[in-house]
């Protein structure tokens, strides 16, 4: 079975700044993808990033950015240039290739930026 | 990215009543939809993973009589929440995966909030 675990339940950065958030996972699986979730007071569930675990090259989008260490099954997720809008719970997600679209969720980070 | 569309997104319902909710891929076919179940400031947890055309199959400690679902066609999947009582009042979420449009990432519908009154 996987686990992910988040060990920061809450967060708070200044406006522009930048905040790193934690996430270790454990698999015994090889053909993995790992995600970011943003869910805002909505509770929709928005993808921020994606990492496939084959992939040595760490996942960016835009702001976004991740720091996948496969060995140490590391996986953080850094929010450069804060925005209020990025007030949100934030998911570490882990999904397996044989199994596609079940997914194991940490515990959440719910990070609030300040302005 | 693919659509999965879920309906309500609210509803109340008095004690001892049934409430069903609908998931739904609308561009895509899912070969199997999950449901997931979060209260408030926690995680979303599994409850069961519906297959089309086969039973559900619910995770530990999920009462299958409590919670129906059915997974009728490739497009939608519903959750029956039966006999509600107070403490089924949570947030319900679906996602879809399967198939070539969601075999790497899994589709959220926007969930539904229960209150059981």
């Known amino acids: 079975a996987q686990t992910v675990t988040q060990s920061q339940p809450e967060m708070s950065v200044q406006e522009a700044e930048t905040v790193t958030l934690s996430c270790t996972y454990d698999t015994s699986e090889s053909n993995y993808y790992l995600f970011w979730y943003k869910q805002p007071p909505s509770r929709q569930m928005i993808l921020v990033i994606r990492q496939e675990a084959y992939k040595q090259q760490n996942a960016t989008e835009n702001r976004f950015s991740v720091n996948f260490q496969k060995a140490a099954k590391s996986f953080s997720l850094k929010i450069s240039d804060s925005q209020l809008g990025d007030t949100a719970m934030y998911f570490c997600?882990?999904?397996?290739?044989?199994?596609?679209?079940?997914?194991?969720f940490g515990d959440g980070t719910t990070l609030t930026v300040k302005p | 990215g693919a659509v999965v569309s879920q309906h309500p997104s609210r509803v109340i319902c008095k004690s001892g009543t049934s409430v069903k909710i609908e998931c739904r891929s609308l561009?895509?076919?899912?070969?199997?939809m999950f449901w997931y179940r979060q209260f408030p400031k926690q995680s979303l947890m599994l409850m069961a993973t519906?297959?089309?055309?086969?039973?559900?199959?619910?995770e530990q400690g999920v009462e299958k009589d409590k919670f129906l679902i059915n997974h009728a066609s490739l497009t939608l999947s519903t959750l029956t929440v039966t006999s509600a009582h107070p403490e089924d009042s949570s947030f319900y979420i679906c996602?879809?995966?399967?198939?070539?449009?969601?075999?790497?990432?899994?589709?959220f519908g926007q969930g539904t909030r229960l209150t059981v009154v």
């Open positions: 561009d895509f076919q899912a070969t199997t």
């Open positions: 519906s297959n089309e055309g086969s039973k559900a199959t619910y």
């Open positions: 996602s879809a995966g399967g198939g070539r449009r969601a075999n790497t990432e899994a589709f």
């Open positions: 997600a882990f999904m397996t290739a044989t199994n596609a679209g079940k997914s194991t």
